[in-house]
């Protein structure tokens, strides 16, 4: 089992609609929970930060924390084909560990 | 602007050269890190200075060798690489406390590298 996991993708929404990024981990240890957002060829940005069970907001952007399941997730409202990219998931416990991240596609 | 700054960009070096990647942060983190990424994987971590003390991926080949001269600059220097090396090296900051990283790295433009 991989310590963390996210689906692959590629995950396609068309504009205007609701995206759902999943991740689960393993260390029931784990503090820290961390959405990145890496367009083709750029590096990783860091778009979200939680550390406690339950939702945080920052626009367009929601995550979602459940430690009890230890499953974290990012809603993406209002999508737009400008959101298209590769969304990587990263959970601190002793140390920082990235999914192997999920492609999304936004279809105008 | 950039707060993170990675030199070069683009490096093409054959197998017998020597060259170095730079890195240099503005934003007054005492974590600087080192990076590996292959296309469609996530970031494979190869070494940390934190308070200028190093911590490096055991995986890490020897011809890779990080320094750092203070605590905003980061240099990767690289000798007798391999084409399977080719990769995006990306230089990375964070507030660091204790000694642990926040988890919320800072990540700069990132320098391909390729060998030939």
């Known amino acids: 089992q991989k310590e963390v996991e996210q689906n692959s993708g590629p995950l396609s929404v068309p504009e205007g609609a609701i995206a759902s990024l999943n991740c689960t981990y393993s260390?029931?240890?784990?503090?820290?929970f961390f959405w990145y957002r890496q367009y083709s060829g750029k590096s990783p940005e860091l778009i979200m930060s939680?550390?406690?069970?339950g939702d945080k907001e920052d626009g367009r952007f929601t995550a979602q924390l459940n430690k009890a399941s230890q499953y974290v997730s990012l809603l993406i409202r209002d999508s737009q084909p400008s959101d298209s990219a590769t969304y990587l998931c990263?959970?601190?416990?002793?140390?920082?560990?990235f999914g192997q991240g999920t492609e999304l596609s936004v279809k105008p | 602007d950039t707060e993170v700054t990675q030199t070069p960009k683009h490096l093409v070096m054959g197998m017998t050269n020597k060259k170095s990647l730079k890195c240099e942060q503005h934003?007054?983190?005492?974590?600087m890190y080192w990076y590996k990424q292959k296309a469609k994987k996530p970031p494979e971590l190869m070494f940390v200075?934190?308070?200028?003390?190093?911590?490096i991926n055991e995986s890490v080949p020897s011809r890779f060798s990080p320094e750092c001269p203070n605590s905003s600059l980061l240099n990767l220097h690289l000798h007798a690489l391999q084409p399977e090396d080719s990769a995006l090296y990306l230089c990375?900051?964070?507030?660091?406390?204790?000694?642990?990283?926040?988890?919320?790295?800072?990540f700069g433009e990132g320098s391909r590298l390729t060998v030939l």
């Open positions: 990375a900051s964070s507030q660091d406390w204790a000694g642990v990283s926040t988890g919320e790295l800072f």
């Open positions: 260390d029931r240890g784990s503090q820290s």
């Open positions: 939680i550390y406690s069970n």
């Open positions: 990263a959970v601190r416990g002793g140390k920082l560990i």
């Open positions: 934003m007054g983190h005492r974590a």
């Open positions: 200075y934190s308070y200028e003390k190093l911590s």
